[in-house]
């Protein structure tokens, strides 16, 4: 078993609607969590970090759920600029900061 | 903004020949990642450096593969002999310490193995 796992997709998700999706790990020990965003032949770029208590930027909200393992990234009101693959990443801080990443979630958002 | 620098963007090889990838990162950035990602699939940890010594290198395949920063700033990343299988995107990251959490990446060099 893959140590953190995501749905692959794609999620073709019509402009304005909202999409979500989640990232498993499994790793109990794991302490911070973070969603990339991945343009086609791009590098990753932080999207935003995930929070015990859930955070919220714009139309993005993050959260995460300890108990079950597993953390979501949910966008509201798509824009076809949303288009891109999502990564959640991992870190355990006493394995020196080593962000594991998931495989990836592809977002289609179309008109 | 600072930003990470990555040289060369693209490498198209020969199998069985030697490649280099060099990394700069973020100023004042002490720790430098080196990462994969094969195509439709995440990033996954090479090697990662504090200042100049290496802190994690388990999934370094070092047969065949090296890395140095041996000034503790930038970095070079060599395969020799690259083989089919090492096609790949290479990444470099940084972050301000071992204990930052954010790490920022660079453009990534792709290479292609023929």
């Known amino acids: 078993r893959k140590e953190v796992e995501q749905d692959p997709g794609p999620f073709n998700v019509p402009e304005g609607a909202t999409v979500a999706f989640n990232c498993t790990y499994s790793?109990?020990?794991?302490?911070?969590f973070f969603w990339y965003r991945q343009d086609c032949r791009k590098e990753p770029k932080l999207l935003m970090s995930?929070?015990?208590s859930g955070n919220e930027d714009g139309r993005f909200t993050a959260q995460l759920n300890r108990a079950s393992q597993y953390i979501s990234l949910l966008i509201r009101d798509s824009k076809l600029s949303d288009s891109a693959t999502y990564l959640c990443a991992v870190n355990i801080e006493a394995a020196g900061n080593k962000l594991t990443f998931g495989g990836g979630t592809r977002v289609l958002v179309k008109p | 903004e600072a930003e990470v620098a990555q040289s060369p963007r693209y490498k198209i090889t020969e199998k069985s020949q030697a490649v280099a990838f060099w990394c700069d990162p973020i100023?004042?950035?002490?720790?430098l990642y080196w990462y994969r990602q094969i195509l439709g699939q995440g990033p996954e940890l090479l090697v990662q450096?504090?200042?100049?010594?290496?802190?994690?290198d388990s999934q370094l395949p070092k047969d065949r593969f090296s890395a140095e920063r041996l000034k503790g700033v930038d970095s070079t990343l060599k395969i020799q002999p690259a083989e089919l299988g090492d096609s790949a995107m290479y990444l470099c990251?940084?972050?301000?310490?071992?204990?930052?959490?954010?790490?920022?990446f660079g453009p990534g060099t792709r290479l292609l193995v023929l």
């Open positions: 790793n109990s020990a794991s302490q911070s």
């Open positions: 450096f504090q200042d100049e010594s290496v802190v994690d």
């Open positions: 100023s004042g950035h002490a720790t």
């Open positions: 990251a940084s972050s301000l310490s071992v204990g930052a959490q954010t790490q920022y």
């Open positions: 995930v929070y015990s």
